[in-house]
């Protein structure tokens, strides 16, 4: 492709992520810190001890649920919809391809919300449970604290077209990266600190296969992964008759403790899926180049970016919800079908 092209297909992205960043909705959601302070005093302690269980018991749960809020507000805000089940009359986004085999932790969920309700009968929504076990999951993994605004409602329906075009994929590119989270509202520097989530967690073979094959054609620069860390990650996933349900760490310096060593290893050139690697390689970068530095060196900048855009991103309202939404009884099902399916 001529340079000329290439310009004009970076103008087009950029024009696009603009008209999305002007159209998506960045009015202040009516969320307070004191939602429930009346109606549920204990709310606070009740997500945080559960979610103590669940990380004790798998650290692995606490990239798990903040994965899990990530997919929700990505489609039509954070409003629980990734939580619904299928039924006869609705179809969820469990299936959607960037959710399906992916997205864990929806029994940890059951056992929060059925603790809540034991407490506050039909006051707490499953997306403000949500929202606060994603940050008492960055807590108990060595991550920042941050004050989480609620009074979020719960969906009655579901987009699993949204979810399909919405959703970061792990082979995409810069570009596409940043005109996703621009349509959420969501800037640059936002991106690469909310990127930084990938420090903990584990990802499947098959996000990470055409990064360690090269069955790619992407913008970036070649920066190789070394020749061991590639060794491993092959053996892991062999490019025959392998399990695309096979794991590795996505930070695999540290993949249980919430640092800052996932830009650390950005900067060698050894991020597993190519998505990330791209805030610091694509040509395009120069701004996410920076902040992938910046991240690296100072990990009290990233932690403090961080919670700042963790809460931007729970403040991604669903207008329709607070009409027409509800608090549901059941976190996988809208109330009018909790006891019927």
Known sequence: MALTDVCKSVVMLLV????????????????????????????LS?????????????????????????????VQGCDGSVLLDDTLTLKGEKKASQNKNSLRGFKIMDRIKMMVESECPGVVSCAD?????????????GGPYWD????????????????EANIPGANEGLLSLISKFAYQ??????????????????????NFRARIYGDFDLTSEKDPLSEA????????????????????????????????????????????????????????????????????EDPLQ??????????????????DSFVNGEVRNNCRFINSLSHTE
Do not use: W
């Open 185 to 206: 509202g969501l800037s640059v520097t936002d991106m690469v600190a909310l990127s930084g989530a990938h420090t903990i967690g584990m990802a499947r073979c098959e």
């Open 302 to 319: 990233f932690f403090k970016q961080f919670a700042e855009s963790m809460v931007k991103m729970g403040n991604i309202t669903n207008a």
């Open 16 to 43: 696009l992520a603009a008209i999305s960043l002007i159209s998506a909705d960045t009015s202040s959601p009516p969320l307070t810190l004191e939602y429930y302070k009346s109606t549920c005093p204990r709310l």
């Open 129 to 141: 449970i949500l929202t606060l076990a994603a940050r008492d999951a960055v807590i108990l993994v």
């Open 229 to 296: 860390h590639l060794s491993n990650l092959r053996s892991v996933c062999p490019a025959v008759g392998g399990n695309n349900n096979n794991v590795s760490a996505l930070d695999y310096e540290t993949p249980d403790l919430f640092d800052n060593s996932y830009y650390q290893i950005l900067l060698k050139g050894q991020g597993l899926l190519n998505s990330d690697q791209e805030m610091y390689s694509s040509m395009f970068g120069i701004q996410t180049k920076y902040l992938v530095r910046k991240y690296a």
């Open 46 to 74: 009740i997500v945080r001890k559960e979610m103590e269980c669940a990380v004790l018991s798998d650290p692995r749960n606490a990239a798990t649920i903040v994965r899990l809020h990530m997919h929700d507000c990505f």
């Open 148 to 163: 989480v605004p609620l009074g979020r409602k719960d969906a009655r329906s579901t987009n699993p077209e949204i979810a």
